[in-house]
Structure formats: C-alpha cells, structure tokens
C-alpha cells in the first residue's frame, strides 16, 4: 500500500511541474516579409536563438508562428535577430546591410511582397 502512495504521489507531483511548464509556453503571430523558400529558411534559422521552441514561417502568407518561454526571450529580441539577418516584420525595420545581401529573389522591397 505504501508504495502505491509513493508512485501516485510521484506521477501527481511530476504531472504538476510539467503542467506548470507548459504555461511558461507563449505562441505569438508576427507578419514578417520575404518571398521564397530561401527567405523562410532563413527567417527560421534566425528565429532560433535561446528560448524559441518553434518558428514557422508561411511563405504565402508571410506569417510568422513564434513559439517561445518568455522568461528565456522575448518576441522583440526574436525579430531583432531576424532583422538582422535581413527581414522585417511590422514591429522591427531590417537591417539594410543585410538586406542588400540578400539573394535577388529574395529581394521582398522590389517585389512589393511585404
């Protein structure tokens, strides 16, 4: 009897730290430009720094799936990271010496896809 208490009180306390965890989780939509498959690899590349757990980015749309632990990172200093890589969002202008070194076909200004 005593080692059922013992095994549901590990399972109870296991399930409420992970449970807790999980709330630490944000998802967060940005737009952020960029035209082709190369765009979207490197958004997502730049997307991935310390406390992003996933960043998606749709081609068609241009909208941006941040998941992320806000108590690792923030949104901002995501979209600063991609910035830099050279692709703006609403909230972050790109830097433009990375966007001048950006592939032609990932030229978004020129192409009017923002």
């Not at 730049?46 to 406390?51: C, L, M, P, T, W």
């Not at 108590?71 to 830097?95: F, M, P, R, W």
Request: hydrophobic share 35%; proline share 2%; net charge positive.
């Amino acid at each position: 009897m005593k080692r059922l208490i013992v095994f549901l009180s590990i399972i109870f306390f296991s399930s409420a730290v992970f449970a807790q965890q999980n709330k630490d989780i944000v998802t967060e939509h940005y737009k952020v430009s960029g035209n082709c498959e190369q765009c979207k690899k490197r958004i997502e590349n730049a997307a991935y720094i310390k406390g992003v757990k996933r960043a998606e980015w749709n081609k068609e749309t241009g909208d941006l799936t941040l998941i992320y632990r806000p108590s690792q990172t923030s949104a901002d200093a995501v979209l600063q990271h991609i910035a830099k890589a050279g692709h703006e969002s609403g909230q972050v202008k790109a830097d433009d010496a990375a966007y001048k070194k950006l592939p032609h076909c990932c030229a978004y200004k020129e192409t009017g896809k923002h």
